[in-house]
Protein backbone atom coordinates (compact mmCIF):
# COMPACT_ATOMS: atom_id res chain seq x y z
CA UNK A 1 0.00 0.00 0.00
CA UNK A 2 1.26 3.74 -1.05
CA UNK A 3 0.39 6.82 0.41
CA UNK A 4 1.24 9.95 -0.99
CA UNK A 5 0.96 12.77 1.79
CA UNK A 6 1.97 16.97 1.42
CA UNK A 7 0.21 18.29 -1.31
CA UNK A 8 -1.42 22.15 -0.98
CA UNK A 9 -2.02 25.84 -2.23
CA UNK A 10 0.84 27.63 -3.08
CA UNK A 11 2.11 30.57 -4.71
CA UNK A 12 4.26 30.42 -7.97
CA UNK A 13 8.05 30.49 -7.34
CA UNK A 14 7.07 28.58 -3.93
CA UNK A 15 8.03 25.34 -2.74
CA UNK A 16 6.29 21.77 -1.40
CA UNK A 17 7.55 18.82 -0.55
CA UNK A 18 5.76 15.38 -1.18
CA UNK A 19 6.35 11.96 0.56
CA UNK A 20 5.71 8.77 -0.32
CA UNK A 21 5.68 6.10 2.23
CA UNK A 22 4.97 2.40 1.51
CA UNK A 23 3.31 -0.18 3.95
CA UNK A 24 3.82 -3.78 4.11
CA UNK A 25 6.95 -3.74 1.39
CA UNK A 26 9.18 -6.33 2.55
CA UNK A 27 11.56 -6.48 -0.20
CA UNK A 28 14.30 -4.21 -0.61
CA UNK A 29 15.01 -3.39 -4.07
CA UNK A 30 12.22 -1.33 -5.72
CA UNK A 31 11.89 1.64 -7.94
CA UNK A 32 9.33 4.63 -6.57
CA UNK A 33 7.81 6.62 -9.08
CA UNK A 34 5.81 10.41 -9.20
CA UNK A 35 3.32 11.10 -11.50
CA UNK A 36 0.74 13.82 -12.22
CA UNK A 37 -2.41 14.70 -14.11
CA UNK A 38 -3.44 18.07 -14.58
CA UNK A 39 -6.56 19.14 -15.41
CA UNK A 40 -7.51 17.93 -18.66
CA UNK A 41 -3.91 16.55 -19.22
CA UNK A 42 -2.49 12.84 -19.22
CA UNK A 43 -0.92 11.24 -16.34
CA UNK A 44 2.80 12.10 -17.08
CA UNK A 45 5.82 10.67 -15.36
CA UNK A 46 7.86 13.61 -13.27
CA UNK A 47 10.55 11.68 -11.60
CA UNK A 48 12.17 8.15 -9.90
CA UNK A 49 14.34 6.81 -7.95
CA UNK A 50 15.96 2.99 -7.00
CA UNK A 51 15.74 2.33 -3.49
CA UNK A 52 19.26 0.78 -2.84
CA UNK A 53 21.49 2.63 -5.73
CA UNK A 54 19.41 5.66 -5.27
CA UNK A 55 19.27 6.13 -9.15
CA UNK A 56 17.26 9.11 -10.00
CA UNK A 57 15.72 10.05 -13.20
CA UNK A 58 13.49 13.59 -14.06
CA UNK A 59 11.20 14.25 -16.97
CA UNK A 60 12.51 17.68 -18.83
CA UNK A 61 9.74 19.85 -17.59
CA UNK A 62 10.68 19.69 -13.91
CA UNK A 63 14.76 19.14 -13.90
CA UNK A 64 16.59 21.69 -11.70
CA UNK A 65 13.49 22.26 -9.93
CA UNK A 66 12.32 18.93 -8.28
CA UNK A 67 14.31 16.83 -6.31
CA UNK A 68 13.87 13.25 -5.62
CA UNK A 69 15.18 11.64 -2.16
CA UNK A 70 14.55 8.47 -0.19
CA UNK A 71 15.31 7.49 3.38
CA UNK A 72 15.62 3.87 3.23
CA UNK A 73 15.42 3.61 7.16
CA UNK A 74 12.02 5.01 7.17
CA UNK A 75 10.92 3.64 3.91
CA UNK A 76 9.70 6.83 2.54
CA UNK A 77 10.66 8.94 -0.83
CA UNK A 78 10.24 12.85 -1.05
CA UNK A 79 9.60 14.92 -3.87
CA UNK A 80 11.11 18.38 -3.26
CA UNK A 81 9.23 20.77 -5.86
CA UNK A 82 11.28 24.25 -5.99
CA UNK A 83 10.04 27.03 -8.45
CA UNK A 84 6.91 25.72 -8.65
CA UNK A 85 4.90 27.27 -11.67
CA UNK A 86 0.80 27.20 -12.24
CA UNK A 87 1.65 24.62 -14.64
CA UNK A 88 2.92 21.90 -11.98
CA UNK A 89 -0.80 22.16 -10.82
CA UNK A 90 -1.73 18.73 -10.69
CA UNK A 91 -2.58 15.25 -8.72
CA UNK A 92 0.30 13.44 -7.90
CA UNK A 93 0.75 9.80 -7.61
CA UNK A 94 3.38 7.73 -6.35
CA UNK A 95 3.47 4.68 -7.46
CA UNK A 96 6.13 1.56 -7.41
CA UNK A 97 7.54 -1.22 -8.80
CA UNK A 98 9.30 -4.63 -6.89
CA UNK A 99 12.63 -4.27 -9.49
CA UNK A 100 16.49 -2.70 -8.92
CA UNK A 101 15.71 -0.29 -12.19
CA UNK A 102 14.29 -0.56 -15.87
CA UNK A 103 13.96 0.90 -19.00
CA UNK A 104 10.78 2.74 -19.00
CA UNK A 105 10.87 4.06 -15.40
CA UNK A 106 8.55 6.72 -16.44
CA UNK A 107 5.96 5.21 -18.18
CA UNK A 108 2.87 4.14 -15.76
CA UNK A 109 2.16 0.60 -17.15
CA UNK A 110 5.75 0.11 -15.75
CA UNK A 111 4.64 0.47 -11.88
CA UNK A 112 2.72 -2.57 -10.19
CA UNK A 113 1.28 -0.72 -7.44
CA UNK A 114 -0.11 3.19 -7.05
CA UNK A 115 -1.30 5.28 -4.14
CA UNK A 116 -3.84 7.48 -4.13
CA UNK A 117 -2.96 11.16 -5.12
CA UNK A 118 -2.65 14.26 -3.22
CA UNK A 119 -3.68 17.76 -4.93
CA UNK A 120 -1.02 20.15 -5.49
CA UNK A 121 -1.96 23.52 -6.73
CA UNK A 122 0.20 26.55 -7.96
CA UNK A 123 -1.59 29.93 -8.05
CA UNK A 124 0.13 32.70 -10.79
Known amino acids: QLQAFGGGLVQAGGSLRLSCAPSGVTFDAYVIGWFRQGPGKEREGVSC????????YYADSVKGRFTIMRDNAARTVYLQMNSLRPEDTAVYYC???????????????????WGQGTLVTVSS
Open 49 to 56: ISSRAGTT
Open 95 to 113: ALKQTDWGNRVLKSDFYDY
